[in-house]
């Protein structure tokens, strides 16, 4: 064992000179211990070299106390603690046991109301049981993607357009569906029926399945398929927020596209932000232009009255953004209908004017900071008004008349809007 400088001395009465001198020596020079029995002669020849007796250690320190002992010796006192502790085998009933102890612990837990397994065959209401097998890529390799939709006073909002988005994810991820669409479907709207969940989120993923733990999905037989309905309150929040630009690498167009459950990114930037003491990190692309935020995309209001929103080439396409998008011509100045750059059109506007028109375009960060108002848009926050950004305020600092005004089409859209949108739900408890 080596001793070297970082060794420390008991408090002696006294000491003499040459016990100080040699004192010094042997704390600025490295020594190797010699445990056991050493005749003086031997010692002093040691002594010469480097070395000393453990006897002559003791007489010179009196009392070492090691601060610091070599890599190995560490390791191994690891790896005598873990042999000491025992790790039970447990039986079926011990593991049944034990989840049930976690899931007393635990608050969010109880908010899970029913979840579907292709790997079982039928829904699941008992969290307990809600699991998945550690072998499925989903778990180890990423190999998955998922999407989600809003459980609105006992209706499935936008159901379809999100199970769309879904498969065209699993065709980008070469995850081929065990089901056919309406299959799936129907397996989702079921899947509510038996939660009994009147507001709340329903989450579901297509994974290459379980096989093995290589990195290829060959091994896998078949794709997976996997829902879970928590509850959700699913109201707007008018409080404005601020947000930060992100530091955290954007994904690249083909993967920023594609709603994978490969996320680390994603929770990098809002993790960043959070630590800011902002809400989100907003990503800009690789050209400098304003991108879409962790798990929400972003509009603006410009100065001029113009809706602003970042093309879709480059993240995202966002299902809640896109309704927002055939809403919005409600609040054009005269009513008119026509948008520009491909922006869907809606019908029957009649609103006071709030906005002179509507561009999909390619938005500078200084275009965006000079803003009259900003705002985020998802299925997990519907429209957010966004104050600042930066640290510098949005507009005049507090939410904005148009994204006050989108808040309220969408929220009303969610309640009452058009039989393709909102999807009944017959629960099997009535």
């Not at 007796?53 to 560490?74: F, N, P, T, Y």
């Not at 927002?324 to 948008?339: E, I």
Request: proline share 5%; net charge neutral.
């Amino acid at each position: 064992m080596l001793l070297h400088a970082s060794c420390c001395i008991s408090s002696c009465s006294r000491p003499s000179k040459e016990f100080q001198d040699q004192m010094i020596q042997f704390i600025n020079s490295p020594i190797r211990v010699v445990f056991g029995s050493t005749s003086s002669s031997t010692a002093l020849e040691e002594g010469k070299r480097g070395f000393v007796s453990a006897r002559r250690c003791k007489e010179l320190c009196r009392s070492v106390v090691i601060c610091q002992a070599d890599k190995e010796s560490r390791n191994q006192c690891l790896t005598n603690e873990i042999e000491k502790k025992h790790i039970p085998v447990l039986s079926a009933a011990e593991v049944m046991a034990n989840l049930h102890g976690n899931l007393q612990e635990s608050t969010h837990q109880k908010s899970y109301r029913a979840m579907y397994s292709s790997i079982v065959g039928g829904i699941i209401t008992d969290p307990e049981m809600m699991l998945i097998p550690i072998d499925d890529h989903i778990f180890h390799r990423g190999h998955g993607v998922f999407d989600t939709a809003l459980i609105m006073n006992s209706y499935l909002y936008e159901l379809d357009a999100h199970l769309d988005r879904l498969l065209r994810s699993a065709a980008m991820a070469k995850i081929a569906s065990p089901f056919s669409r309406s299959s799936l479907r129907d397996i989702l709207v079921q899947t509510v029926a038996s939660s009994n969940c009147r507001q709340g989120l329903l989450r579901y993923w297509l994974s290459a399945g379980p096989g093995g733990f290589n990195l290829s999905s060959s091994e896998c037989n078949k794709a997976s398929f996997y829902a879970i309905v928590v509850d959700h309150e699913n109201t707007a929040n008018l409080t404005g927020v601020k947000v930060i630009t992100s530091t955290i690498p954007m994904k690249p167009p083909e993967f920023a596209t594609m709603k994978s459950v490969n996320y680390l990114p994603n929770v990098l930037c809002k993790m960043e932000a959070e630590s800011c003491g902002a809400f989100a990190g907003i990503w800009l692309d690789d050209e400098g232009f304003v991108a879409e935020g962790p798990n929400m995309n972003v509009a603006f209001v410009s100065l001029e009255g113009q809706l602003l929103v970042p093309a879709f080439d480059k993240i995202l396409s966002g299902c809640t953004i896109k309704r927002m998008l055939a809403l919005a011509p409600k609040l054009l100045a005269g009513n008119k209908n026509v948008l520009q750059d491909g922006a869907p059109t809606a019908n029957n506007c009649q609103h006071d004017s709030l906005l002179k028109g509507i561009k999909i375009q390619q938005i500078s960060v200084a275009e965006a900071k000079n803003a009259a108002e900003m705002m985020l848009v998802g299925s997990g926050v519907l429209i957010r008004p966004v104050i600042n950004w930066d640290n510098m305020p949005i507009g005049n600092g507090q939410p904005g008349p148009v994204t006050l005004a989108l808040i309220n089409l969408i929220v009303d859209d969610m309640l009452n809007g058009p039989p393709t949108l909102r999807i009944p739900v017959h629960y099997s408890q009535d």
